[in-house]
């Protein structure tokens, strides 16, 4: 990784804890010699994610509500008036009504459908808008998250599978609006990983035991190869890369069935 982030600075949105895909990221960002700043939701999360923030040498922490137009405003106005550009924004947020994660999709509320559409696709373009400006000069990354309940269907997933889904197709539609500007988007696809948004869907443990045991690595994603990867997308090395999904998940998707020692 060395030091290929040295002079980049940018926002990580979605930290909750220790266990957030968000800090796997920041962590790496900030060994590869980046300067961070934070978006947070709500003062309960604010509190852990504080020292977390001082431990990469970050002062810079600001609490965001993605379906707040204003929380998205004052935190890029601040992020205006802190850096005059910024190289990267990780957005790393999702949401869906936990009662909706588990049994039938064919279930799935209007209610719920529309906000797990607006906080976990819909908000990554209201966040490029937003950082477009600020990438205008020297151009910049965008990365989000998603997961192969987007084109599969993996159970309980349900909602979140579509959301996923439509953040992809955002992906690459972003990519194409912003590429003359110099700007990439892309999206990291890890398999099942021990979050807080991981626990809440319905039998994650069983998901996340399935693919550990049938990866063809034999192995779940880890917050440092997520964030080794966000690494190299955000950094030159990834200069011609734009509009991709890349997958994070010891090689998952490639099966066609389980492991036969598994079945
Ligand atoms: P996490 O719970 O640590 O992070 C989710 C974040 O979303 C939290 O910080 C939460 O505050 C934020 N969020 C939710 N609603 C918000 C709102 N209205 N405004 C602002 N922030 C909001 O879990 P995670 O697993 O690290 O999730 C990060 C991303 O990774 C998500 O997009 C998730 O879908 C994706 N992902 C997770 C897995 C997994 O198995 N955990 C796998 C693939 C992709």
Known sequence: MGNSMCGKRGLVMGVANDRSIAWGIAKAMHEAGAELAFSYQGDAFGKRVAPLAESVGSDFLVDVDVTDDASLDAAFDGLAQRWPTIDFVVHAI??????????RFLNTSRANFKHSMDISCYSFIEVARRAHPLMCENGGTLLTLTYQGSNRVVPNYNVMGVAKAALES?????????????????????????????????????????TDMNAPLRANAT??????TAVYLASDAGACTTGEVIRVDGGFHVLGMPQADNL
Request: hydrophobic letters at 35%.
């Open 223 to 228: 917050l440092e190869a997520v964030g080794g």
């Open 94 to 103: 999702a949401f869906s009504d936990k009662s909706e994660l588990t049994g």
């Open 170 to 210: 955002a992906t690459r539609y972003l990519a194409n609006d912003l590429g003359p500007d110099g700007i990439r988007v892309n999206a990291i696809s890890p398999g099942p990983m021990k979050t807080l948004a991981g626990a809440a869907i319905g039998g994650a443990r069983k998901t996340y035991k399935h």
